[in-house]
């Protein structure tokens, strides 16, 4: 009886959980801004915008994403594109770009300097190279609609904005894959909750790989990517200075405007965020633990319970997998991946798991993270200053 008691306490928590969960993602996201609210407007003398693409072994994505840039409409721009140590075509793809009349800037980066993760340094070569008093900050593989520049560009002089995000819409295919999309985009949305990022009183900070963009001169102001130089979330830590240096950012759904192929099969994502999640948890066996236990009451325990023989703790968990599903099916719908990956909604909580456990393990025993045929030693990346431990300073002061 008292197993059977703590079992229907379980239940009632995982249903609780995952409404109040759902609840709060559904109204922050629905208080966000939407870059369709702001115009393509003609700006009298717009400033100048430098685009930094970091391509380290993009021949498959860089044609398509540079083309999207090469095609906006904004009257005032630079594109500057950092090949990073590509073994690959990537070097000939731009080669025949640029034969072919494309005008961007190329720099070539043939070794990588200690203390720095590629990419990081890749980002800060494009950003000390840039002429732009704004910078846009973005990747290889990124699709743009033409007029994306020229909205964003408007809307962070409208808002008096120092650092501007957008969400992308994801197109990778696949119903698994985007199942896992969705579980692990839920996660990051609820954590850092960027509906709240443009209040300066929040403690919410927020940075978007697929488009950060910030003014040059703040991004000098906070140290730009010298101070992430080691952090594998590099996007996201941009975001944090930006908060914590008092300046004003703002986070808004592009997803008419910025498209994301956002890997293209299950184990590319699980290979591609074995250098991330372990980071996400500063390193942390305890954070990743909690976050462990949060994944197997909200998505675990409504599994299990639905076979329970005990009336109560089955209807409980038979509300939470509704629950589940239908706010999977609606964030599938609103962010571009399948309708019908709901489904796989009962597959990826073991999933999460095992890529959190994964990172975990394979992070400390390889005392360190491998990524793009380079290793960075534990001790390294434990020198940053960490995301999760920031949100908590911030809320504790």
């Not at 910025?258 to 099969?265: A, E, F, L, Q």
């Not at 994502?269 to 462990?292: C, E, H, P, T």
């Not at 030693?377 to 908590?392: C, G, H, M, Y």
Request: charged letters at 15%; one cysteine or more; glycine letters at 8%.
């Amino acid at each position: 009886m008292i197993v059977q008691n703590i079992f229907v306490g379980l239940a009632a928590l995982a249903l609780i959980v995952n409404l109040w969960v759902t609840i709060e993602l559904a109204l922050g996201i629905g208080k966000m801004k939407n870059l369709n609210m702001f115009l393509p407007e003609t700006l009298d003398d717009p400033p100048k915008v430098s685009v930094i693409v970091p391509a380290c072994n993009e021949e498959k994505t860089i044609k398509e994403g540079l083309l999207s840039l090469l095609a906006q409409n904004y009257p005032n721009l630079e594109i500057i594109v950092v090949n990073d140590r590509s073994t690959d075509q990537t070097q000939k793809v731009l080669l025949q770009l640029r034969e072919e009349g494309a005008d961007f800037i190329l720099h070539t980066i043939a070794s990588l300097p200690s203390g720095w993760l590629g990419k990081n340094h890749a980002m800060y070569v494009g950003a000390s190279a840039a002429q732009g008093d704004i910078l846009l900050f973005t990747d290889a593989d990124v699709i743009m609609e033409k007029t994306t520049l020229s909205r964003a560009v408007y809307a962070m002089l409208t808002d008096q904005l120092d650092h501007l995000a957008l969400m992308f819409k994801n197109i990778a295919r696949g119903q698994l894959l985007n199942a896992m999309i969705m579980e692990v985009g839920g996660g990051l949305l609820y954590v850092f909750k960027p509906w709240k990022v443009s209040d300066p009183k929040s403690n919410n900070f927020v940075g978007v790989g697929a488009f950060n963009m910030i003014r040059k001169e703040v991004y000098e102001n906070i140290g730009g990517y010298e101070q992430v130089k080691m952090h594998p979330i590099d996007d996201i830590m941009l975001g944090r200075l930006v908060k914590e240096n008092g300046y004003q950012q703002d986070c808004f759904i592009g997803s008419d405007f910025v498209t994301v192929p956002w890997y293209d099969s299950p184990r590319a994502m699980v290979q591609g965020l074995m250098k991330n999640i372990f980071s996400l948890y500063d390193f942390r066996l305890s954070y990743a633990f909690v976050s462990i236990v949060a994944v197997i009451l909200t998505g675990i325990v409504p599994l299990v319970g639905i076979f329970s023989s005990n009336i109560l703790a089955r209807n409980f968990c038979l509300l939470a997998l509704a629950i589940r599903f239908l706010s999977f099916a609606y964030g599938a719908r609103a962010t571009g991946g399948g309708i019908y990956s709901f489904p796989f909604a009962l597959l990826t909580p073991f999933l999460s798991i095992f890529m959190t456990g994964r990172a975990a393990v394979m992070t400390i025993w390889n005392n360190g993270i491998e990524w793009r045929g380079t290793h960075y030693s534990l001790e390294e990346l434990r020198q940053n200053t960490w995301i999760l431990s920031a949100l908590k300073r911030r809320r504790e002061g």
